[in-house]
């Protein structure tokens, strides 16, 4: 078997200690096989973590990885106005390659930045899958389906692919990409095709993801329409339990809170996107306290405009606190577990924790840098002070995929001068129709 060797650096352990280890990894399987004491342990490649912390691969819990062709296109603007005015023209016109190459930009961006992990919505989803498995990342994906302004066998036919995607890529990639349905939100999918099809991923056992309660705008109809919050309308749909995790949960009152707790059903946390839409702040420390499971996502780069977790982390911290009017809730360490066992939970991913027997998903963060010195609190400094850029090297499933900065299973130039080709394309198109 080949194995790597973590060596030279310090370790966050599950029960967020700092220790001095050197971490051993079955590159055949990509599990842990060893944390042990520094000068303890052997292996066929080595990757020199010397002056820097060993930390679980983190887990963007919720993308639209593509997105990234669309960064800094559209700012400034309410979600509802910035998807119908912006976003959705544009993407209308998104090809596969566009999707391949957004999705390997995205991919790149997040493998420099310590990500090993994604759940991503959209469409194209076999492009996203190819560049999934060439980057050598765990992802759940799922082809997103929208019935508002569709005829109805349009309608059914998008929720059908839906289902037909989650069946035919469920596995793939030696096991590292797994799949979900995926209707957009409550009030995207209509209740006719919601009843129709949703008992039938249940009966598949297919895992469900959605938008939910983004905005108040996604709460006020279905409350109008149904009598109803839009969880339990939700419940009543049978989208809740779980195999489901919702994407924001922003808007949810104590009964909400309560029914995830129930259920099951998780929540993937977008401060960033959440702040820039202005959509609100999420409750996130009473979801915790409540027992629901938390993890954290960027969303798409055009509503973030990056995918560092790094920043997510930050953003979370601060943003809870405002949210709970409280400086000791989403503590330093709550939210680095939102970002790692949190989010590999969420995903349903063996992963998030530096132990024997877990995943190797890993990645390195340089401590040699001024914003990160004096070490008081490493775990302080992953959340208040550390960027992307501090990652050495990203390791994912036992390989190395960025070693010393480097990106390992991509051309990284190659990919952004396409990225901006296909991008500066793509718009030119939406506005010359």
């Not at 399987?29 to 820097?52: K, M, Q, R, Y």
Request: hydrophobic residues 40%; negative net charge.
């Amino acid at each position: 078997m080949s194995e790597l060797l973590v060596s030279g650096g310090q370790v966050l352990r599950p029960d967020m200690r700092v220790e001095r280890r050197d971490v051993l990894v079955d590159q055949s399987s990509g599990d842990i096989v060893a944390v042990d004491e520094p000068g303890t342990l052997a292996g066929e490649d080595e990757l020199d973590a010397s002056n820097g912390l060993v930390i679980p691969g983190l887990v963007n819990a919720h993308t639209h990885v593509a997105m990234t062709l669309l960064r800094g296109y559209a700012d400034d603007k309410p979600l509802d106005a910035w998807l119908r005015e912006d976003i959705w023209p544009v993407e209308a016109e998104l090809t596969a390659e566009d999707v391949r190459v957004g999705a390997q930009l995205g991919l790149a961006e997040m493998i420099k930045s310590g990500t090993t992990h994604l759940s991503d919505m959209y469409f194209h989803v076999e492009e996203i899958a190819d560049a999934v498995e060439q980057a050598g990342l765990r992802a759940v994906l799922g082809h997103t389906a929208v019935t508002v302004g569709k005829g109805e066998d349009d309608a059914r036919a998008d929720l059908q692919q839906s289902l037909d995607v989650a069946r035919r890529l469920d596995g793939t990639a030696d096991g590292r990409i797994t799949t979900t349905f995926q209707p957009h939100s409550l009030t995207t999918v209509g209740e006719t095709y919601l009843r129709a099809v949703v008992p039938t991923a249940n009966e598949a056992g297919l895992p469900i993801h959605l938008h939910a309660n983004e905005t108040t705008d996604e709460v006020d109809p279905i409350v109008d329409e149904h009598g109803t919050r839009p969880l339990a309308y939700a419940d009543d749909l049978g989208l809740l339990g779980s195999d489901t995790y919702v994407a924001h949960g922003v808007h949810v009152d104590d009964s909400e809170i309560e029914l995830l707790a129930e259920t099951g059903t998780g929540v993937a946390h977008c401060p960033a996107s959440n702040m820039k839409l202005a959509s609100g702040m999420a409750p996130v420390q009473d979801l915790l306290d409540a027992g629901v499971t938390v993890g954290l996502g960027t969303d798409g780069a055009a509503s973030n405009n990056d995918l560092s977790m790094f920043g997510e982390m930050r953003d979370a911290a601060m943003l809870g606190k405002l949210a709970a009017d409280d400086a000791s809730a989403m503590a330093a360490e709550t939210v680095v577990t939102m970002a790692t066992a949190g989010g590999a939970e969420l995903l349903g991913f063996d992963s998030g924790r530096i132990e024997v027997g877990e995943n190797a998903d890993l990645a390195v963060v340089d401590l040699d840098a001024a914003h990160l010195t004096p070490g008081h609190d490493l775990v302080s400094h992953l959340v208040y002070a550390a960027t992307g850029s501090d990652v050495r090297h990203t390791v994912c499933d036992g390989a190395v995929l960025m070693r010393d900065r480097v990106v390992e299973p991509f051309d990284e130039t190659a990919v952004l001068a396409r990225a901006a080709e296909h991008a500066t394309a793509l718009v030119e198109r939406a506005t010359e129709t």
